[in-house]
């Protein structure tokens, strides 16, 4: 069974630009979280889809941030215009639905966004 | 509010000896505690987890987990360490309700086993 795939593992971009960060969870789980971990600090919480519909997005930090899950399968999340302090490691998890808080979610390699 | 503390940015320790790395929590109710690890280069895998029952928890790589519901503790452990174990661990919480809460992670500890 493949695992949590994201895409790109790095990019590189000037304060100003747009990026856009792609999650494929694995297969069947209804439950896809975005995380982001800045340099040495902990792995923040940004949002949770079930299916296509946004459960908590308590942790975006502002509305430069776009999170979409089209038909229930991957996700992107877009940040527009970026800036120095979004640079860190996007995470991208996944888990069954119906499980509650029992669940076991399930991490992606992450993307590595570096703004310059 | 959830919070998880873990107080060792790295240990060290020498290859057959036993390891541990520490984490306590804080969590309204009950709660639901898991370790991951994260190898260079590599994303988070899952080690183990606690729901609930026996304290002790056994899990990947011959790692183990006692949680101590008194002192707010998971201790992650391993009896003999190899050189291979040296990663950057991750202990996390959520509390027990219904939904699918999001993980609460501490900022990692950073493990070195030594040849």
Redesign the interface.
């Known amino acids: 069974e493949a695992g949590v795939t994201q895409f790109p593992s790095h990019s590189v971009i000037e304060k100003g630009q747009t990026v856009t960060l792609r999650c494929d969870p694995i297969s069947g789980h209804d439950n896809l979280y975005w995380y982001r971990r800045v340099m040495g600090k902990e792995i923040k919480f940004l949002l949770h889809f079930v299916k296509e519909s946004k459960q908590d997005e308590s942790g975006m930090p502002n509305n430069r941030f776009l999170a979409e899950r089209t038909g229930g399968t991957y996700s992107t999340l877009k940040v527009q215009p970026a800036e120095l302090e979004d640079s860190g490691v996007y995470f991208c998890a996944s888990s069954q639905g119906g499980t509650g808080g029992r669940g076991t979610q399930y991490f992606g390699p992450g993307t590595r966004l570096t703004v310059l | 509010a959830q919070s998880?503390a873990q107080p060792e940015d790295q240990v060290n320790v020498a290859e057959g000896n036993p390891l541990t790395v520490k984490c306590t929590y804080s969590v309204s109710g009950n709660p639901?505690l898991?370790w991951?690890v994260q190898y260079p280069n590599?994303?988070?895998?899952?080690l183990l987890?606690y729901?609930t029952g026996d304290n002790l928890v056994k899990g990947s790589y011959g790692f183990e987990a006692e949680f101590n519901k008194s002192q707010t503790s998971f201790h992650l452990k391993k009896p003999s360490a190899l050189v291979s174990d040296s990663a950057l661990y991750?202990c996390?919480v959520?509390?027990?309700?219904?939904?699918?809460?999001?993980?609460?992670?501490?900022?990692?500890t950073r493990l070195s086993v030594i040849a």
């Open positions: 998880v639901y898991f991951y590599r994303g988070l895998q899952f987890k729901i991750f996390a959520r509390p027990d309700l219904s939904g699918n809460t999001p993980l609460v992670f501490g900022k990692g």
